[in-house]
């Protein structure tokens, strides 16, 4: 109710202290309401995009860090994995051999339902509804695409699928994040995005409609000099004294 309070400041530096995260104060959005369902209202989530249209652009952009790869960054509730072809309206195209819909991700509270549109194996076992997902399932679509399934952060909902197979999305990209309220990205195992050689861990998180950069840090976005916290427009260049990535929008 209030994320700025000195009581939820401190709370939040001890969750994060708890898993081995150091982190400065920052505003994280709570999540709405509407994403606290349980389990038994999957199907109701799940049914109000059951009219598959095109991702708007503001939903996808490629995250590009320098020196460990490029993400697409999908930030919409549910997203529909399909075949890439000419004209391709699927959020994440896969260039493969599947159908132009093949699968469906849904985020419901803090996890994830998969919904297949075509042959789907979960875990190795074929799927014929809406099946919940957790940490580490690897995905099978069709007869050749094999993705894992990754939601690492204990406090963020976000997720990852990593391609295991040799396929790749188009754009092409090393990997895909679901991004809920925030993206994590540092030197921790258990962050989305892990970056090895950096010093403390960056936040990409979105407030009001915007997404913004947190960092430990003074940081350069498109130029501009932040204290540790600034907003990220599209087709942006963030800058910090050990790191650096880009945003381009698809």
């Known amino acids: 109710l209030a994320p700025e309070d000195r009581l939820a400041r401190n709370a939040r530096k001890r969750a994060w202290a708890e898993v081995g995260t150091r982190l400065a104060d920052s505003q994280f959005t709570a999540y709405p309401s509407s994403w606290t369902s349980g389990a038994g209202e999957l199907s109701t989530v799940c049914e109000s995009a059951s009219t598959l249209v095109g991702p708007a652009v503001s939903q996808r952009f490629l995250l590009w860090v320098d020196a460990v790869g490029g993400y697409l960054v999908c930030l ?16 994440i195209p896969i260039l493969a051999d599947l159908s132009r819909q093949h699968a469906r991700i849904c985020r419901v509270g803090d996890g994830y339902v ?20 957790g940490d580490g399932d690897e995905l099978e679509l069709g007869n050749s695409v094999r993705l894992r399934f990754r939601q690492p952060h204990p406090l963020s909902a976000t997720a990852r699928l990593e391609f295991l197979s040799r396929h790749r999305s188009q754009p092409s990209a090393d990997g895909v994040l679901l991004m809920a309220e925030s993206c994590v990205l540092g030197p921790g195992w258990r962050n989305h995005v892990v970056c090895r050689e950096w010093q403390d861990d960056v936040v990409l998180y979105r407030q009001d409609g915007e997404l913004y950069c947190r960092c430990m840090e003074p940081v350069e976005i498109d130029g501009q000099l932040c204290d540790g916290k600034g907003r990220v427009p599209r087709n942006a ?6 790191f650096a990535m880009s945003l381009e929008a698809v």
Do not use: W
């Open 76 to 91: 919409a509730d549910q997203v529909v994995v399909g075949q890439a072809v000419p004209g391709s309206t699927v959020d």
């Open 114 to 133: 998969i919904e297949p549109l075509a042959a789907v194996r979960v875990a190795g076992k074929r799927i014929e509804q809406r099946t919940l997902l």
């Open 237 to 242: 260049r963030i800058c910090g004294e050990k």
